[in-house]
């Protein structure tokens, strides 16, 4: 069954190949487009508040959440279905990633890092719908998800623990000569964490979109052998759902690592 | 009229240009980061309210209720375990008790018996020698009656004999030498 509709696609690929060759088989790729911000409604400036098709896509991401938290856990089944699965999984996922990485009393920033890590995993998902936008692909959006917890950690770091908090700088293993130079390092890598955490996220999620769009591109000036690039299309495309999941997983292990060195600033 | 709409197409179309073919990565257009950013923080906030007042707790409940039946299902197999071998042992014991019980009763039965038969071989031990005790004196009466008899005999035929010889039966004599003779 499966053979029968592979070779039906393929197939269908060579016939619209055929069929619908663009006239001008010129290459007018634009793989970046797909990232313009958009006024929803009609054109004009930005402001603030404006709707854009960013905001369509942030609050699909809102919906999705709550769909999947709130209305998959709304029987409150103790043999559960598919979707209160699906929550449970994700909520045990994150716990359990929270306690094991922050330890005992990282669990009070449970809920913070849920949310992160739900809306960069929607996020991430729903961007990859034909069509759609790719909120995360925005390093605006990953920078302000990065800062507020490098922000969060470094405040939490200094009101927990005082000035102890910059032991974390303060390598006591290494030889006394050292520690010096040492600390300008752990100075450096410590700001340029955000950046980091910010730009991981952003630039994967952007890269594989803008792949996408430069193979899609080929696909239309290829004519017949538009099946190429499709194939290829397919295979980014089943890489990037992994990475949809790998780089929210990333981001919000990383924010747990974050959080215990804020918790416990001891090297 | 016609070159003003003109003019403003080509100004329309100039700044869609401009906005089509912004230099490079529209990631790095700062005139949309405070929409984003804005954007962001409602989306931000509107989940974390969806999860930390509704979906979290009951999520948690749920989890914690799963594990509460849970457990309780596994004390209950446990405490019924427990009853199980307890019941066992019971029955066991019961069955050892009346093992012991049929044991003594036996042996009870047996020594009851053994006394009855003690008894019973004295009783006849005692008739046995009693018979004994009197079948012997009947025997030592006859005996006596035996030799009374021998001797009025032996006088009677002694005294005959000296008649028949010619005699004169002393009855005295005889009798001397009748009791003489029974003596040897």
Same mark, same amino acid.
């Given at each position: 069954?499966?053979?029968?509709?592979?070779?039906?696609?393929?197939?269908?690929?060579?016939?619209?190949?055929?069929?619908? @060759?663009?006239?001008? &088989?010129?290459?007018?790729?634009?793989?970046?487009?797909?990232?313009?911000?958009?006024?929803?409604?009609?054109?004009?400036?930005?402001?603030?508040?404006?709707?854009?098709?960013?905001?369509?896509? *942030?609050?699909? &991401?809102?919906?999705?959440?709550?769909?999947?938290?709130?209305?998959?856990?709304?029987?409150?089944?103790?043999?559960?279905?598919?979707?209160?699965?699906?929550?449970?999984? @994700?909520?045990?996922?994150?716990?359990?990633?929270?306690?094991?990485? =922050?330890?005992?009393?990282?669990?009070?920033?449970?809920?913070?890092?849920? !949310?992160?890590?739900?809306?960069?995993?929607?996020?991430?998902?729903?961007?990859?719908?034909?069509?759609?936008?790719?909120?995360?692909?925005?390093?605006?959006?990953?920078?302000?998800? @990065?800062?507020?917890?490098?922000?969060?950690?470094?405040?939490?770091?200094?009101?927990?623990?005082?000035?102890?908090?910059?032991?974390?700088?303060?390598?006591?293993?290494? #030889?006394?000569? *050292?520690?010096?130079? *040492?600390?300008?390092?752990?100075?450096?890598?410590?700001?340029?964490?955000?950046?980091?955490?910010?730009?991981?996220?952003?630039?994967?999620?952007?890269?594989?979109?803008?792949?996408?769009?430069?193979? @899609?591109?080929?696909?239309?000036?290829?004519?017949?052998?538009?099946?190429? #690039?499709?194939?290829?299309?397919? =295979?980014?495309?089943?890489?990037?759902?992994?990475?949809?999941?790998?780089?929210?997983?990333?981001?919000?292990?990383? !924010?747990?690592?974050?959080?215990?060195?804020?918790?416990?600033?001891?090297? | 009229?016609?070159?003003?709409?003109? $003019?403003?197409?080509?100004?329309?179309?100039?700044?869609? +240009?401009?906005?089509?073919?912004?230099?490079?990565?529209?990631?790095?257009?700062?005139?949309?980061?405070?929409?984003? /950013?804005?954007?962001?923080?409602?989306?931000?906030?509107? %989940?974390?309210?969806?999860?930390?007042?509704?979906?979290?707790?009951? /999520?948690?409940?749920?989890?914690?209720?799963?594990?509460?039946?849970?457990?309780?299902? /596994?004390?209950?197999?446990? $405490?019924?375990?427990?009853?199980?071998?307890?019941?066992?042992?019971?029955?066991?014991? $019961?069955? +050892?008790?009346?093992?012991?019980?049929?044991?003594?009763?036996?042996?009870?039965?047996?020594?009851?018996?053994?006394?009855?038969?003690?008894?019973?071989?004295?009783?006849?031990?005692?008739? /046995?020698?009693?018979?004994?005790?009197?079948?012997?004196?009947?025997?030592?009466?006859?005996?006596?009656?035996?030799?009374?008899?021998?001797? %009025?005999?032996?006088?009677?035929?002694?005294?005959?004999?000296?008649?028949?010889?010619?005699?004169?039966?002393?009855?005295?004599?005889?009798?001397?030498?009748?009791?003489?003779?029974?003596?040897?």
């Amino acid at each position: 069954m499966g053979k029968i509709f592979f070779f039906a696609m393929v197939g269908l690929a060579l016939i619209s190949g055929v069929f619908f @060759a663009p006239e001008t &088989a010129e290459l007018a790729i634009h793989p970046m487009d797909q990232f313009i911000v958009q006024p929803l409604f009609g054109h004009g400036e930005i402001s603030w508040y404006t709707p854009t098709n960013m905001t369509l896509w *942030l609050l699909l &991401a809102v919906a999705a959440v709550f769909a999947l938290m709130v209305l998959g856990s709304s029987r409150r089944a103790i043999v559960p279905s598919r979707g209160q699965s699906i929550a449970e999984l @994700a909520y045990g996922f994150v716990y359990k990633m929270v306690e094991d990485v =922050a330890g005992k009393d990282g669990v009070k920033f449970f809920p913070y890092i849920m !949310t992160l890590f739900m809306f960069i995993v929607m996020s991430n998902a729903l961007g990859l719908l034909p069509m759609s936008f790719a909120t995360t692909s925005h390093i605006a959006v990953t920078a302000v998800l @990065a800062l507020l917890v490098f922000l969060t950690v470094t405040i939490l770091g200094f009101v927990k623990n005082g000035t102890a908090f910059l032991g974390l700088f303060w390598v006591s293993s290494a #030889p006394l000569a *050292l520690r010096p130079v *040492l600390a300008i390092i752990e100075l450096i890598s410590y700001f340029v964490r955000p950046v980091s955490h910010s730009i991981r996220l952003g630039g994967n999620i952007m890269a594989g979109h803008a792949v996408l769009k430069v193979f @899609a591109g080929f696909a239309g000036a290829l004519g017949l052998f538009s099946f190429l #690039p499709i194939f290829a299309i397919t =295979a980014v495309y089943a890489l990037e759902v992994l990475v949809a999941f790998i780089q929210a997983y990333v981001f919000t292990i990383l !924010t747990c690592v974050y959080l215990k060195d804020a918790l416990h600033p001891s090297h | 009229m016609s070159t003003e709409t003109n $003019a403003a197409e080509v100004a329309q179309a100039a700044t869609d +240009a401009a906005h089509e073919s912004a230099p490079g990565m529209p990631q790095l257009d700062f005139s949309t980061f405070s929409n984003q /950013i804005f954007w962001l923080a409602v989306a931000l906030v509107a %989940i974390y309210l969806i999860l930390s007042r509704v979906a979290l707790p009951r /999520i948690a409940a749920v989890l914690a209720e799963r594990q509460g039946t849970i457990t309780n299902d /596994i004390a209950a197999a446990e $405490a019924l375990k427990a009853k199980a071998v307890e019941a066992e042992n019971i029955y066991n014991k $019961a069955l +050892a008790d009346a093992r012991a019980e049929a044991q003594r009763i036996a042996a009870e039965t047996r020594a009851e018996i053994q006394v009855g038969l003690d008894e019973a071989i004295a009783r006849a031990d005692v008739e /046995i020698s009693a018979k004994a005790a009197e079948s012997e004196k009947a025997i030592a009466e006859i005996k006596a009656g035996a030799l009374d008899s021998i001797k %009025i005999v032996a006088t009677d035929t002694a005294a005959e004999v000296v008649a028949v010889l010619g005699g004169k039966s002393d009855a005295k004599a005889i009798a001397a030498a009748v009791a003489d003779r029974m003596k040897g």
